[in-house]
């Protein structure tokens, strides 16, 4: 079974704080997906990753910025944690560029900034 | 851009009901269509696809046909359960590389015993 675990399932921050969100993958796959899901808006693409050290910004990557020292591993990092931030963040990962290929999401972790 | 539009929620049903939630895309090109869904708690999960027009995708008693000539892939199910509560995402490849997908904004569907 392919499984994408993310460090925490529920944070706390204080705005300003620097934080890190971290998400792993055991199925070898090349690309790589942060999202932030919000109520009445769906999923947004945060970044993107498809290979190790690669990386391309997706709709909304304004106050994040994302890290991909090993395949299996993709973190994003909020540099200075506002209000606004508060969200669901959802990783995912699939194989490389089959269209169609599904992707396989973790189970989210809920960030509340204060 | 690629884009989709699904019926807003909440949902609400009697078990054993038919369900149809809408779903309707824009795209350039012949884009892969799917409908994930998320139980309480959970993160997203496959439901069912298509790749290419006149696909039905199926799964779990659930079911959507790729129609290019409505640009829809509407979701269906016969008699639904109270364990079929969830939110319901429809998206559709964007034609980028990286297999880069697009979401609606998700249907709450309660399902009632």
């Known amino acids: 079974d392919v499984k994408v675990t993310q460090s925490s399932r529920y944070l706390v921050k204080r705005t300003g704080e620097k934080v890190f969100l971290e998400c792993v993958q055991d199925?070898?796959?090349?690309?790589m997906f942060w999202y932030r899901q919000d109520p009445g808006l769906g999923l947004r693409l945060i970044y993107f990753?498809?290979?190790?050290?690669?990386?391309e910004k997706g709709d909304i990557p304004e106050g994040y910025s994302v890290s991909r020292e090993k395949k299996e591993r993709f973190s994003l990092i909020l540099e200075s944690a506002s209000t606004n931030q508060t969200s669901m963040y959802l990783c995912?990962?699939?194989?490389?560029?089959?269209?169609?290929?599904?992707?396989?999401f973790g189970p989210g972790t809920r960030l509340l900034v204060l | 851009g690629n884009s989709v539009t699904q019926m807003e929620g909440p949902v609400t049903l009697s078990e054993e009901a038919f369900l149809t939630i809408n779903c309707t895309y824009t795209?350039?090109?012949?884009?892969?269509l799917f409908w994930y869904v998320q139980y309480p708690g959970e993160g997203l999960q496959l439901l069912l696809k298509?790749?290419?027009?006149?696909d039905k995708g199926s799964n779990k008693g659930f079911e959507a046909t790729y129609r290019k000539e409505t640009t829809s892939f509407h979701l269906e199910k016969g008699s639904v359960q109270v364990s079929d509560s969830a939110v319901y995402f429809c998206?559709?490849?964007?034609?980028?590389?990286?297999?880069?997908?697009?979401f609606g904004a998700g249907t709450i569907l309660r399902v009632k015993s």
């Open positions: 199925m070898d796959h090349e690309n």
């Open positions: 990753s498809y290979d190790v050290k690669m990386k």
């Open positions: 998206a559709l490849t964007r034609g980028e590389y990286g297999n880069k997908l697009v």
């Open positions: 995912a990962s699939s194989p490389r560029d089959r269209m169609g290929e599904t992707q396989y």
């Open positions: 795209a350039t090109g012949y884009p892969s």
């Open positions: 298509a790749t290419k027009a006149d």
